[in-house]
């Protein structure tokens, strides 16, 4: 048979689609060409599929062999491409069973001794390769990640010949997929390591029951990154879409892959000094930014004001959507993006301002400048704005007479508050669309009158005045109440600390 076809997959953002690689044997002088708009990486794949195909002792044509990608305008990039065109080229050389290909797809770069080496994106293409009804061969470092999905029927392989032995039907590869542990280590920090904070510890719970974004000030010291690095640890485990939706966005990165945490909720801390591209994504060939690595987590921006205003302006539409489209001009990638916004400054240039010691010096105009670096828009987009002070001697060295509240114990609450949530519309109450707030959030003509007056005296956006009625139903969700009282309003208001600074007109 001078033709032979092998399905294997392409990467385009977290997408895999299929590419069919067709290889064609005709008379004439010996040549190798690949079609189907390749790459440098893939035009090179010649010169590793002959050295692999040589070593392990089978002969390479000496003929016109013709490869084509299709479809041709889908761009071919990476190693991934090695295993397919040499199965190609020994299907249609006879040195393998042609019919063994059609309900299999492969991925894998391939050395010059045959090794097969692993690939960026399983995940993705292992997904796909299910929906299609097919079997997939992969490199044995990418079988953990690709066997995350159930009946999936993933085929590792460590060499070249594994993978033709058992398509010839002489020694089959046989896979038993472990079982996902969920880490639930010592590595992971607990909130019984913090002294004190009852307030931060109460509004970082009411963060994770509703997935609402936060920001908090404090002097240096406070303890503010040391409470935002335990939030992950409160929140409910993803559930396997949520968790195959992050893996997915981790496998397509540069980012390690560990099959013990998938179901933890992600947390990523990028410095300040960070690019917008770093942030949202980007490239010649788009791949996802801190904002789609924390998608189903946290992204914690610590030092807020020393991030480029421009950068931080970039995060105000994937606030709103949950996702981010980025376009380029030979491709447009869709990335999600639905993270939950932990942030953490001081209160002042200096860090000082309202601390006991009385040590700031900073004027109204430079706290005024200094705060200014936030936008309004991207403030209006956080919930809560929550005020850290220094805790006591005695409190630090002692702590709670009797202990303090494990992760475990908030977790308990958090997730039995999350699960009235999506029973109730189906998603977290930060991200309630207006139809289902104003169905779900009834207050009483007090409440109304409360709210009214706050908006009046804080100035308070729209946008704002819905967010605190989604934050009172997370506060009445804790408290296992259907109706929001006035209570959880006021708790809420109570939230907006830099609104109630803006109209005092900056120290407070």
Sequence with gaps: MSLAV????????????????????????????????????????????????????????????????????????????????ALGILAASGQLRAQALEGVECVGELSLGGELRPIKGALPVAMRARAAGRALIVPRENAAEAALLDKAQILPAGHLLEVCAHLNGQTRIEFEPPAPVAAEGEDTPDFADVHGHYHAKRALEVAAAGRHNLLMLGPPGTGKSMLASRLPGIMPPLSDEEALESAAIASVSEQPFDPRAWRRPPFRSPHHTASAPALVGGGGNPKPGEISLAHNGVLFLDELPEFDRKVLEVLREPLETGAITISRAARQVDFPAKFQLVAAMNPCPCGYLGDASGRCRCSPEQILRYRGRISGPLLDRVDMHLEVPRVSHEMLRHGTPGGEETSATLRARVTKARALALERTGRPNAWMTPQQVKRVCAISDEGHRLLEHAIEKLGLSHRAYHRILKLARTIADLAGTEQISVAHLSEAIGYRKLDRGAAKGGKA
Excluded: W
Aim: net charge positive; with cysteine; glycine share 8%.
């Design 6 to 85: 092998v399905y294997t997959r392409g990467r385009q953002g977290i997408e895999a689609p299929l590419v069919t690689v067709e290889v064609h044997i005709s008379n004439g002088l010996p040549s190798l060409s690949i079609v189907g708009l390749p790459e440098t990486a893939v035009k090179e794949s010649k010169d590793r599929v002959r050295g692999a195909l040589l070593n392990c002792r089978y002969e390479f044509p000496l003929q016109r062999i013709t490869v084509n990608m299709a479809p041709a305008d889908i761009p071919k990039e990476g190693g991934r491409f090695d295993l397919a065109i």
